[in-house]
């Protein structure tokens, strides 16, 4: 028993003697408050504590409730393949089709309608090359310089030369050879200014038509206006 209660049931009894003294009435009364007031505390303390487990409990429950079903569901749902959108298997038809036209027809030789579906479908790179060369000076010129690059994709074909200190100025011819034999669109021309630059850039993409397919192990050769070669330079794959 708690001492308030052991203390009220002792007064208690005292009281009960047939003549109640003034100080066993105080004593009672005191006894009472704290009886009341520990009673108080202790409701306060733990009747709090016991809403807030009730409605943990409640929220749990009900949280229960709502995943379980989900839960069976999930676990009991037939298992589905998944589905294939018709775009995608057309989208593959026409990737089959674009590199096969592409490796038929060559490099560069893809018309704008199939290059702009290379580009959309993400193709425009598969078959993509690179060669460079530096090219080193000749007797006849021998403080130019220069470099020359090729690069084949499926959806372009482009050939760049670059010419640096040249002692001529004016047009220059490019000729490329392929074991010892000049290839299809060779020469082409590349203008040298009165500083000795010059830059040629030819892109099919641009629109251009004379773009020499160049490969690795390509000669690459620079002349000037007399024929003279003043830069040579052998391809390599980049």
Known sequence: MAPANE?????EGRSA????DPETVALISAARAL??????DRA???GGEDRALLRL??????????ITPIHTRMRTAPHRPLFRPAFARVAMAAAVLIVGAAL????????DPMRA???????????STKVEAPMGASTVDPLASGKAKGEQRTDRTRFAVEVEDASTSGPHSVRITRGGVEIALSPVTVDVNALGFGELDLNTIDGATNVPVALAGDLVEVMNPNGDVILSGTLQAK
């Open 7 to 11: 203390l009220e049931a002792a007064l």
């Open 17 to 20: 003697a047939p003549k109640r």
């Open 35 to 40: 009886r009341d007031a520990a009673a108080a």
């Open 44 to 46: 306060m303390l733990f």
């Open 57 to 66: 409990r409640s929220t749990l429950r009900a949280q229960r409730t709502n």
């Open 104 to 111: 038929v027809a060559g490099p560069g030789s893809l018309g």
């Open 117 to 127: 579906a290379a580009r959309t479908l993400g193709l425009s790179g598969v078959t």
